[in-house]
């Protein structure tokens, strides 16, 4: 069976950071361009960040670029996207998402509040 699993999500204030995690199970990640997406309530779904295979062309959505970082071990199977400096508009549910495939995560939450 093919699947991604999430994790990392949760609360966290103004100017601090979380990291989310993408763990991929049933196929080779090495072979897989990376996408990340978010959609914040009441809004349309947008896209965070998107890395080729090797991770030598990896783009940020300008609101987030200098803040967030893209990463992955092979490894582990799993992706990462670290998120600091974060501010509330970045609240919202995240997706890890591998676009060969169309294969997404099952989307997690992230919240920054005072």
């Known amino acids: 069976q093919v699947s991604v699993v999430e994790s990392g999500g949760g609360s966290v204030q103004p100017g601090g950071s979380l990291t989310l995690s993408c763990a991929v199970y049933?196929?080779?990640?090495?072979?897989?361009?990376i996408a990340w997406f978010r959609q914040a309530p009441g809004k349309e779904r947008e896209e965070v960040s998107c890395?080729?295979?090797?991770?030598?062309?990896?783009d940020y959505a300008s609101t987030m670029k200098g803040r967030f970082t893209f990463s992955r071990d092979n490894a582990r199977s799993t992706v990462y996207l670290q998120m600091n400096m974060m501010k509330p508009e970045d609240t919202a549910i995240y997706y890890c998402?591998?676009?060969?495939?169309?294969?997404w995560g099952q989307g997690i939450q992230v919240t920054v509040s005072s």
């Open positions: 890395s080729s295979r090797s991770d030598r062309m990896t």
């Open positions: 998402n591998f676009p060969g495939p169309n294969i």
């Open positions: 049933g196929f080779n990640l090495d072979d897989l361009a």
